[in-house]
């Protein structure tokens, strides 16, 4: 069975780029997919991306990667700080996501030093900016050629 990643982004992430570019960097989001999506080609992978500003598009998302994907790489935006909804859908489908932010959400202000998804994350990335979705990919695609 060939590898299948979900990428998943939360609000504003559509607006990278033009959005606080000092913290968040130059590329926009299509650039960064289309980076991943590259790096995946390579390494056989299938990648599908969705982005949406709304909470339960990402609860609806997490739920049906299940029998579809085999690892889900998460940038939850501001809802990785308050959406228990997001946590609990992780939690219910039993497959490993790793949580990335491009920013170093620990160096910020105190609001962004909890994450409401690290508990039931596999694993996480922080303040390597678009690489981190790469290491990411990388992560769970070194996960899923172990177990197969
Ligand atoms: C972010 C960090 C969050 O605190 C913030 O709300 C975002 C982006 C990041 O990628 O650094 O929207 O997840």
Not at 4 to 31: A, F, K, V
Not at 85 to 102: F, Q, S, T
Request: hydrophobic share 45%; with cysteine; aromatic share 6%.
């Amino acid at each position: 069975m060939p590898c299948s990643l979900l990428i998943l982004n939360g609000p504003n992430l559509n607006l990278l780029g033009t959005r606080e570019r000092d913290i968040y960097g130059q590329e926009t989001l299509e650039e960064i997919i289309s980076r991943c999506s590259a790096y995946a080609d390579k390494a056989g992978i299938t990648l599908e991306a969705r982005q949406s500003n709304h909470e339960g598009d990402l609860v609806e998302w997490i739920q049906q990667a299940r029998g579809v994907h085999q690892g889900i790489v998460l940038n939850a935006g501001a809802y990785t700080h308050t959406s228990v909804a997001i946590r609990d859908a992780i939690a219910a489908v039993d497959m490993p996501v790793i949580e990335v932010h491009l920013s170093n959400i620990y160096r910020r202000e105190e609001f962004r030093h909890v994450s409401l998804i690290s508990p039931v994350a596999e694993g996480g990335i922080y303040g390597l900016g678009a690489q981190g979705y790469l290491l990411a990919i990388e992560a769970l695609a070194a996960r899923f050629a172990l177990k197969n």
